[in-house]
């Protein structure tokens, strides 16, 4: 079935480039960086999440859903600590800094192991000649896109945030762009798609990967089969299966799968818009409008779902990592997962594709200290940290060494969202114009499922949805 394995810019971001043309503003820069390095000069700040010595927070576990819509080090050292800090930390020249450093309070609750705590004194141990005050402030990954732009000069160095709000901190100029061995690394040592998200359409890429934002599927391994789980059609002649067709984010996997572009086939081309009135996507709409009128179909969103399953009522939906925990609780020896499953349109199996998007580490384009910044960012994305991540949370690696690890890999909800990322997600763009798709898409599938929408006029819906996903509706 599978492997396991892994609104128009106000302005476009400046970025700092080896060789090329730079103003006295970026030759300041320049002076404090080292030649590998590259930033973007963008800005962030936020008047609300106060800077503190230590914080906590006991709201949530795990990943919160895309609604915008890692353990201390091993005896054999990561090779990444070697190619994200200097050639040679004892040869750093000595300096006195201090940073700020924001992320979800959990990432700070000692109930979590204090993960962002943990890992910054890990890093300040392996840079010794650099005398290092942690400031920690609280601000979640979609507060970041909101509360930065606000303020720069209050906001913190380093910061988590969701590539999905990415362009809003590039309008406002609050992000540093990564180069030379730092923009390599990420390269290397992450998915392409996850990459492909965080790379603006300056070309760009503005944030070191932290985690996933997919989904996949959920199963009762009683139910249905190994082979079953390959077809949703095949999966519905055995079970009642659950996909939330009233959201975009979910309702999206079936355009997608029909080719349907969201800005493009790279997603990187705003003046294309969104596609969605073609003549595969008349015939996945004239599916949809079948799929609806099976009985063992229920629409419903994830966290309705999953309490179905708890009743017997749902045997299978589709969800991604933040509901894994209460899933397997649920179905216990018999949980299952597995990637999104193929549907047959015309006769011809299509596989159904996700969105993804990824939670990343950003460095404030002023930062006072550059150098520090940009090192602890790739820290924090890096292999150790993403295995505390993983063992003290439960967030799931993207580093790619990392989840390739026999031991990861035998973390069944690790391999699908890895298999998922690495062949059939679709990278999400950070236009602000996507903004314009979900309402747009709640109303079409709340009309399929309602069977408002029919084999006669599905062409008609068809047109007006794509037409209504393109404009803000105040225009």
Excluded at 10 to 16: E, G, H, L, M, R
Excluded at 193 to 199: A, R, S
Excluded at 377 to 405: I, T, W
Aim: aromatic share 10%; glycine share 8%.
């Amino acid at each position: 079935m599978y492997e396991t394995g892994c609104t128009k810019p106000v302005s476009k971001p400046k970025t700092i480039k080896p060789g090329g043309k730079t103003s006295m503003k970026r030759k300041l820069l320049s002076a404090v960086l080292s030649a590998a390095m590259i930033l973007s000069l963008a800005g962030c700040g936020n008047k609300a999440a106060e800077s503190t010595e230590s914080s906590a927070g006991t709201e949530g576990t795990q990943q919160a859903p895309a609604e915008e819509k890692d353990g201390a080090g091993d005896a054999e050292k990561p090779a990444e600590v070697e190619d994200t800090g200097a050639e040679d930390a004892s040869q750093e020249e000595p300096l006195t800094c201090t940073l700020t450093v924001w992320s979800p309070s959990e990432d700070q609750d000692p109930e979590y192991g204090q993960w962002l705590n943990t890992m910054c004194d890990q890093f300040a141990q392996l840079h010794p000649n650099w005398d290092i005050t942690f400031n920690y402030g609280v601000c979640t990954e979609s507060e970041t896109k909101k509360l930065i732009p606000q303020d720069i000069d209050a906001a913190a160095d380093v910061f988590i945030f969701s590539s999905t709000g990415m362009e809003n901190l590039c309008q406002a100029n609050c992000l540093a762009e990564l180069g030379g061995k730092y923009l390599d690394t990420v390269r290397a040592e992450y998915p392409s798609v996850l990459v492909d998200c965080l790379t603006y359409e300056d070309g760009g890429v503005y944030g070191v990967p932290m985690t996933t934002n997919t989904y996949f599927m959920y199963y009762d391994k009683s139910v249905f089969s190994q082979e079953d789980i390959t077809s949703l059609d095949a999966m519905l002649e055995k079970g009642k299966v659950a996909v939330p067709l009233t959201d975009g984010f979910y309702m999206a996997s079936f355009y997608l799968a029909a080719g349907c572009d969201f800005f493009g086939p790279e997603g990187k081309d705003r003046g294309a818009g969104i596609t969605l009135d073609s003549p595969e996507s008349l015939a996945m709409t004239n599916y949809l409008v079948d799929l609806v009128g099976n009985d063992n179909l229920v629409v419903a969103s994830p966290a309705d779902a999953i309490a179905m399953m708890r009743e017997g009522a749902v045997n299978a939906y589709f969800c991604g990592t933040w509901q894994a925990a209460q899933t397997q609780e649920v179905l216990g020896e018999n949980f299952g997962v597995a990637p999104l499953p193929s549907v047959t349109i015309e006769g011809s199996e299509v596989q159904l594709r996700p969105f993804s998007s990824a939670k990343a580490i950003g460095v404030k384009s002023t930062t006072a200290n550059p150098q520090v910044a940009i090192e602890l960012a790739m820290y924090l994305g890096g292999y150790d940290s993403q295995k505390a991540h993983y063992e003290m949370r439960g967030y799931v690696p993207c580093y790619n060494k990392l989840v390739a690890e026999e031991e990861i890999q035998k973390d069944e909800v690790v391999a699908v969202d890895a298999y998922t990322i690495d062949n059939i997600a679709v990278p999400r763009t950070s236009f602000t114009e996507m903004a314009y798709f979900w309402t747009p898409a709640e109303s079409f599938g709340t009309e399929l499922r309602d069977g408002v929408i029919t084999h006669e006029n599905a062409q008609e819906k068809l047109t007006a949805f794509q037409a209504s996903a393109n404009t803000s509706g105040v225009e």
